[in-house]
């Protein structure tokens, strides 16, 4: 469903000029009829009498009332067949005193009068039919505009028990479970990528996330919950200088964030290793930065006001794990086994040779 704006848009009509019908209602016609046959029947049902020659004429009715009623058009129509039905009946003779301009004045006045009466009493009747065109036109609009509210304030409350019900639905994340994934991440034996996981799940449930370790050329995903989301950081992008070298927590939410995130993640904070003796106040502009922890999706529920400041508790948790050595064996080579001690960012190659010592063993030896 489009949103209400184009609804409105799409539904509403002209207000410029109302065109009325040229002819009028088939209504008029027959009351044009009927009156006329009145007329006529009474002059013929009642003896003795010209209700033809009364004064005033018995064809006012018909051309009054439909100029007052339908207009102009009709007004003019009920003047033509009561001037057909008056010459009808029979013109009166000419005085013998009377010029012929007298006579014609005489006998054409009446008709006259009625055409000019239908004129200016039809075009009074035509404006009043304009407004009430308008007017209906509007009212028309206003219904339609009022039945696309119900329509969208119903999509709304549609949504919102949708939402309501999601909401209601998705499992909460429990604080026992926050504590259980923190005590994985100290342990000494810990499984970074597992402890990193079950640490998402509780504090960010649905989310995905990466963790990157800074090294010399950028950022290098180290572990993430979904895997497709995670690639390389080069030195040169404007999260990494604004994640490493401004120490800057960027979040869609902000519009600055999101203009510097530019569709690479939703936030990203810093992690940030504290001094042994720094307070979480103040360590952030004196610690060390061993990389950066992104939040790649998410859905509503997670996307809300406080959003870094959760990503940044979670980063200051996992800072000791990118601080602490990590030792990685590389089984890739068939022959030998490249053993690297990895700090930080700085990775250190070590050779291990296959020398058969005096015990028949392999004895590992640095080679520099």
Known sequence: MGTLRQILRDWRTPQ??????????VGAFAELAILIGAIHFADQIIPGLD?????PSPYWLPVLLLSLQYGTVAGLMAAGAATFAFVMHGLPEQLIDENHFSYLLRVWALPILWIAV????????????????????RLDQSTREAEALAIYARDLERRCRQL??????????????VLDAIAALSAPSCDLPHAFRSLCEAAFPGAALSLYALNASGLEPLVATDA???????????????????RRALSVLDAAGEAVLAGEALAVVPVIQLPPNATVAGGGESGRVLGVLKLDAADGAVL??????????VARMLAPMLGEPRVVVDNTERENASLRLTKGWRQFPWKVEQDEDSRGAPRPRAKT
């Not at 209700?51 to 004064?55: A, I, M, N, Q």
């Not at 309501?164 to 604080?175: I, L, M, W």
């Not at 390389?232 to 401004?246: N, P, S």
């Not at 809300?304 to 508790?313: E, K, P, Q, W």
Request: glycine share 8%; proline share 4%.
């Open 228 to 246: 497709t989301k995670a690639h390389r950081i080069e030195t040169t992008h404007g999260l990494f200088k604004a994640a490493i070298g401004e």
């Open 304 to 313: 809300s006001a406080g959003l870094t400041d959760r990503l940044t508790i």
């Open 16 to 25: 410029s000029a109302v065109w009325l019908s040229v002819l009028p209602p």
């Open 51 to 55: 209700v033809l020659s009364l004064e």
């Open 164 to 177: 309501e019900r999601q909401v209601t639905s998705r499992p909460v994340a429990q604080g026992a479970g």
């Open 118 to 137: 239908a004129l200016i009493l039809g075009q009074f009747r035509l404006r009043q039919i304009e407004v009430k065109e308008q007017l209906t036109a």
